[in-house]
């Protein structure tokens, strides 16, 4: 028995949508594919990109499901826009391995094969999420369970996570550096201050050395005769 229409699962209010497709209360119903598909997107999240998903469109199928899934068709004629080992929702394609929302969704899957219907229209999310639902930046990845699926459907940051910033992952990051740099510094004073004490440790030696070796000249030439005890001294022998 569906669950649709109960408080915590209301319809989809959009015009055009199916009038069996539902999404639940923390979320929006985000119309895709000329009203064929819905995306239930959570409210503190902006779906403008998504993790792939299986491509199995009976997943989709709403009337298949003890649960309404996240994303629901009524097209479940095949196949669903390829990405990597899996697929993108009708609606979205295929971009450095995320799922992006086409900017037209006035067609449907199979009206148009010629293209992805990305278009050059304004961004999809003004006309059907309203901002105080889809906040521009989201602060964090929220993972959404895909019903009767171990596999889930990821909301990812709407800034595109480029190849680069994907690189940085594995890279060495700015704070790192700048710790590191630090470091090196302290490291060379400490080594300059060490060889510094070091030279002087190795003059005080060598200055008492010295003073040492000066008293005992002073103290020899202290014990020598002077030359008038030298000259009463040869005279007594004489006499």
């Given at each position: 028995?569906?669950?649709?229409?109960?408080?915590?699962?209301?319809?989809?209010?959009?015009?055009?949508?199916?009038?069996?497709?539902?999404?639940?209360?923390?979320?929006?119903?985000?119309?895709?594919?000329?009203?064929?598909?819905?995306?239930?997107?959570?409210?503190?999240?902006?779906?403008?990109?998504?993790?792939?998903?299986?491509?199995?469109?009976?997943?989709?199928?709403?009337?298949?499901?003890?649960?309404?899934?996240?994303?629901?068709?009524?097209?479940?004629?095949?196949?669903?826009?390829?990405?990597?080992?899996?697929?993108?929702?009708?609606?979205?394609?295929?971009?450095?391995?995320?799922?992006?929302?086409?900017?037209?969704?006035?067609?449907?899957?199979?009206?148009?094969?010629?293209?992805?219907?990305?278009?050059?229209?304004?961004?999809?999310?003004?006309?059907?999420?309203?901002?105080?639902?889809?906040?521009?930046?989201?602060?964090?990845?929220?993972?959404?369970?895909?019903?009767?699926?171990?596999?889930?459907?990821?909301?990812?940051?709407?800034?595109?996570?480029?190849?680069?910033?994907?690189?940085?992952?594995?890279?060495?990051?700015?704070?790192?550096?700048?710790?590191?740099?630090?470091?090196?510094?302290?490291?060379?004073?400490?080594?300059?201050?060490?060889?510094?004490?070091?030279?002087?440790?190795?003059?005080?030696?060598?200055?008492?050395?010295?003073?040492?070796?000066?008293?005992?000249?002073?103290?020899?030439?202290?014990?020598?005769?002077?030359?008038?005890?030298?000259?009463?001294?040869?005279i007594h022998e004489m006499g």
């Amino acid at each position: 028995m569906s669950v649709c229409g109960e408080p915590d699962w209301p319809f989809c209010q959009q015009p055009g949508l199916p009038n069996w497709f539902c999404c639940a209360s923390t979320a929006t119903c985000i119309p895709l594919a000329g009203y064929t598909t819905v995306l239930c997107c959570p409210n503190d999240q902006n779906c403008t990109y998504v993790e792939i998903i299986p491509c199995d469109l009976t997943l989709q199928d709403p009337s298949t499901q003890q649960t309404p899934p996240e994303i629901q068709t009524s097209e479940l004629r095949g196949p669903l826009p390829e990405c990597n080992t899996a697929c993108c929702p009708w609606g979205y394609s295929c971009e450095d391995g995320y799922c992006k929302i086409s900017q037209d969704q006035s067609k449907a899957p199979h009206e148009d094969d010629g293209g992805d219907n990305d278009g050059d229209g304004s961004s999809v999310t003004s006309s059907i999420v309203s901002p105080s639902t889809a906040p521009s930046s989201p602060a964090s990845t929220t993972s959404i369970s895909h019903s009767s699926l171990q596999e889930s459907i990821a909301v990812v940051p709407t800034s595109q996570p480029s190849q680069e910033a994907r690189k940085s992952d594995t890279s060495i990051s700015t704070p790192t550096i700048i710790g590191t740099a630090i470091g090196g510094f302290i490291g060379l004073v400490l080594i300059v201050i060490i060889g510094y004490l070091a030279r002087k440790l190795r003059q005080v030696k060598k200055e008492a050395k010295d003073g040492s070796a000066a008293g005992r000249d002073v103290s020899n030439v202290s014990r020598e005769p002077k030359a008038p005890e030298l000259e009463a001294r040869a005279i007594h022998e004489m006499g």
